[in-house]
């Protein structure tokens, strides 16, 4: 027990040194910087290997047909919507007026760091819902948060575990060996992780349970939703491919996708595409320009509805930082627990061992 109360310190010290570091202004630079080195890495690399399959090839691979754009638009569209609805369903307003901030959440998260956007949308959200305290709408955008967060790794590792046993994607001997084996242990792995959910959600979510039920159920159909138009973008552009391979590239967006913290995740599942790609005997040149184009649309696409959706937060000022209340500001709030998690450590650190302290009556 003393052990496991020294690493309970150890944890919440370094828990509070790394918010105090990362909140900092060099240590976001710092962050800044590692992110944006990570990003020319990857760039660079793309460019190298794609000078090797030839420009020339890539760009006779590009697509062609247009329901790629057709499907691409429903890929991109597809978060945001559900987002709009979502907090319609939290919040209780139209999903039509939620939506230009939720597709400006969607840009912040994507291109500049996770869950900056869900900062945005707290100061959006401010002056708008009126009859919402600062503090259950940070406590509504941190349910819906984790909510997303559950759901992505639910329908990941399930789509995974499905892929991988059906025989989509080859197996390790090790893992086919003992394949019930780890099957019947992962499904109670997962009914923990529930059981545990259920009985702990009145302390870790402040939202309705019915209203969480609703929230995470919609988060569930957004994913099979995108994934299932993921492949059929992949699937139209090259339909001779058999769909066990777009399966396999599904695993490995998956996987990319689920990296926290990771810039330019699109950029990384390209480089790793074109490596998939001659693994499974498909054309390299292909699914670079396929990856490519996919890619270079987002981002073009994020810089215009980013100016769009800020010309029209002018027309409706979007709350700003001035003005906020201290008290309840996300850093206010966010200091207020490293402090608590400081005095406690502290605390614990101080404080003699139950052993110790009986003698001591």
């Given at each position: ?23 900092s ?14 990003t020319v ?5 793309l ?5 090797q399959i ?6 006779a ?19 945001p ?15 039509v ?33 009126a ?18 967060s ?11 575990a ?21 099957l019947?242990g ?58 066990e391979?777009w399966?396999?590239?599904?695993s ?21 595409g ?25 981002k ?19 709350p ?27 605390s ?14």
């Amino acid at each position: 027990m003393e052990l496991l109360q020294k690493a309970k310190i150890r944890f919440a010290r370094l828990r509070v040194h790394w918010d105090r570091f990362s909140s900092s202004t060099r240590g976001q630079w710092v962050l800044w910087t590692l992110r944006q080195a990570l990003t020319v890495g990857v760039v660079g690399y793309l460019i190298y290997r794609m000078s090797q399959i030839g420009w020339a090839d890539i760009w006779a691979s590009m697509p062609r047909t247009p329901w790629f754009y057709v499907i691409f638009a429903g890929i991109y569209l597809t978060l945001p919507i559900f987002q709009s609805i979502i907090f319609g369903v939290i919040w209780g307003r139209s999903p039509v007026t939620l939506l230009p901030p939720a597709l400006k959440k969607r840009v912040y998260n994507k291109d500049v760091l996770s869950y900056s956007g869900d900062v945005y949308l707290y100061f959006w959200a401010r002056d708008r819902v009126a009859d919402w305290t600062d503090r259950e709408l940070l406590h509504s955008l941190k349910d819906n948060a984790i909510l997303s967060s559950v759901a992505s790794t639910i329908v990941a590792f399930g789509l995974l575990a499905g892929f991988l046993f059906s025989g989509y994607v080859a197996l390790p001997d090790t893992i086919i060996e003992h394949e019930v084996l780890y099957l019947v242990g992962g499904i109670l792995v997962g009914g923990i992780i529930i059981a545990v959910g259920v009985n702990f959600r009145s302390v870790v979510f402040g939202l309705a349970g019915r209203t969480l039920a609703t929230v995470f159920g919609l988060h569930i159909v957004r994913l099979f939703v995108v994934m299932t138009l993921q492949v059929l973008e992949w699937n139209v552009v090259m339909p001779e491919v058999a769909l066990e391979i777009w399966f396999t590239f599904l695993s490995l967006q998956i996987i990319t996708t689920r990296i926290p913290f990771l810039p330019s995740r699109d950029l990384i599942f390209l480089a790793a595409g074109i490596e998939l790609a001659g693994a499974v005997e498909v054309s390299k040149a292909a699914i670079a320009g396929v990856l490519g184009v996919h890619s270079v649309l987002d981002k073009g696409l994020n810089l215009l509805l980013f100016a769009v959706v800020s010309a029209w937060d002018r027309e409706t000022p979007a709350p700003t930082l001035e003005g906020t209340d201290e008290a309840t500001a996300p850093g206010a709030v966010l200091e207020g627990e490293q402090a608590a998690a400081a005095s406690e450590a502290d605390s614990a650190a101080s404080a003699p061992p139950a052993g110790e302290a009986e003698q001591g009556r």
